[in-house]
């Protein structure tokens, strides 16, 4: 599955960097803790690719697609119970507006998720992810500026499936964004 989610993300990037229509691609690792609940706790990390196109100098909107991986507990009862944890991967796709304040940034974004077992365990394999974040550009003026970012991110199957208990994870972000170098055309 690893590889061919990377050949998919290369293939991606390819595509984007030809459009006309992409401003940016930005390439950013998420990684954070869900809060304690008496399920157990989970861990979450994440590679996104993200292609955005400026609405104006200082909005922007973006597909993001991502690669997860989730340590949760192994069953609904939680470590408790001594199941231990497991790891899930994940593949996400979202839609994100961003707004710029100078150097700093806030964005929120949401887009379905679909996993390759029951995220939490016992509820649904398929879920919505939406995020809400701040950060900070730095090196804003550099050819490759690189982004800082504090997300919180919930993860829920919104009543799709009987149980719904959700994660809500708090997350560190760290990426770099390219511009897009096509010239424009005559």
Do not use: C
Not at 7 to 20: E, I, K, N
Not at 77 to 85: K, L, R, T, V
Not at 158 to 181: C, D, E, H, K, S
Request: hydrophobic content about 45%.
């Amino acid at each position: 599955m690893r590889r061919s989610v990377l050949a998919v993300a290369f293939a991606l990037l390819a595509t984007a960097a030809r459009a006309q229509n992409i401003d940016r691609i930005s390439v950013y690792a998420t990684g954070g803790k869900s809060t304690t609940t008496w399920h157990g706790q989970a861990d979450l990390q994440a590679v996104n690719v993200e292609l955005a196109r400026a609405l104006s100098p200082r909005t922007e909107v973006a597909f993001v697609g991502a690669t997860m991986n989730l340590w949760q507990p192994r069953s609904w009862f939680g470590a408790e119970f001594g199941d231990g944890n497991e790891r899930v991967r994940a593949l996400s796709g979202s839609l994100l507006a961003r707004r710029a304040f100078g150097r700093f940034y806030l964005e929120g974004s949401t887009g379905p998720m679909w996993a390759e077992k029951r995220v939490p365990a016992s509820t649904s394999r398929f879920n919505f992810v939406s995020q809400a974040g701040a950060g900070i550009l730095l090196l804003r003026g550099a050819r490759v500026p690189l982004m800082l970012g504090y997300r919180f991110v919930h993860i829920s199957n919104g009543g799709y499936a009987p149980r719904n208990p959700g994660l809500n994870v708090f997350a560190l972000t760290l990426g770099a964004q390219f511009r897009n170098a096509t010239p424009p055309r005559r």
